[in-house]
């Protein structure tokens, strides 16, 4: 049996007297891909900011690797994420005036280890080969997008997180950059958790689920 990387149990989060989540549980295994459907302002990102250690759940606990996230103290909590957890944003959030290759190390660079060749692979496995030396500004959407899934998983984190990351981008890119997104995290070996309002990008996933107010639910398997 595969080993569980993230095991989230009985989360919940409410914003005063409104319930955004609640009795959320899910179990992601290593190198599994799960997308979670849920229409905007259901609280997706919410989730995964709870999931992240970037927001205080109401209830529950978030699990990664046994690491207990919910109670740890702010600075254990910023510790793991720079070690284990790689986050892909709908708006990129790449920095424009370094260059693509710079932007992939910025991982490896915060944790003090050396590059050993692994930019450039990253970029390679993501189809970037040859374009390092380039700024963001000069590639299109879909590019810049895989540029942050090669530096989200640069430091070969144990949990990955994709919020929206195909909302800005036209249909080809985003099947481009989905198809990147589900084999780094294959080859990777990483638990990935995509959120997404997108039937057709969640498509993609192992294993499909949709949240709502009253908790999580599984919607369907992916048909590979």
């Known amino acids: 049996m595969s080993e569980v990387v993230l095991d989230v149990r ?42 992240a250690g970037l927001d205080r759940p109401d209830a ?12 740890a103290d702010e600075a254990q909590q910023a510790h793991w994420r720079r070690r284990h957890l790689g986050f892909v944003f709908q708006a990129f959030h790449v920095l424009p005036h370094l260059t693509v290759a710079q932007n992939v190390a910025l ?14 692979q990253a970029l390679r496995s993501v189809g970037l080969a040859g374009l390092g ?8 959407g879909g590019q810049v997008q895989r540029v942050a899934i090669a530096r989200a998983l640069i430091h070969r984190p144990a949990l990955l997180l994709a919020d929206e990351p195909t ?31 997108s039937r057709a990008a969640a498509g993609v996933a192992d294993r499909v689920m949709e949240l709502t107010v009253s908790g999580m639910n599984d919607v369907a398997r992916a048909p590979h």
Not at 60 to 66: K, N, T, Y
Not at 107 to 117: F, S
Not at 167 to 193: F, I, K, M, Y
């Open 10 to 51: 009985g989360l919940a989060r409410r914003y005063g007297e409104a319930a955004v989540f609640q009795g959320v549980d899910l179990q992601v295994s290593r190198g599994e891909f799960v997308a979670i459907l849920g229409e905007s302002g259901v609280g997706k990102s919410t989730l995964l900011n709870c999931i």
């Open 60 to 71: 529950g606990e978030v699990r990664v690797l046994g690491f207990d996230i919910t109670h």
């Open 107 to 120: 991982p490896l660079m915060l944790l003090g280890e050396p590059d050993d060749g692994r930019v450039e």
């Open 133 to 140: 030396s380039r700024l963001p500004q000069q590639l299109s």
């Open 167 to 197: 909302g800005n981008l036209d249909p080809g890119s985003a099947r481009q950059v989905l198809q990147a997104l589900r084999e780094q995290t294959r080859e990777h070996g990483a638990a990935c958790v995509l959120v997404t309002h």
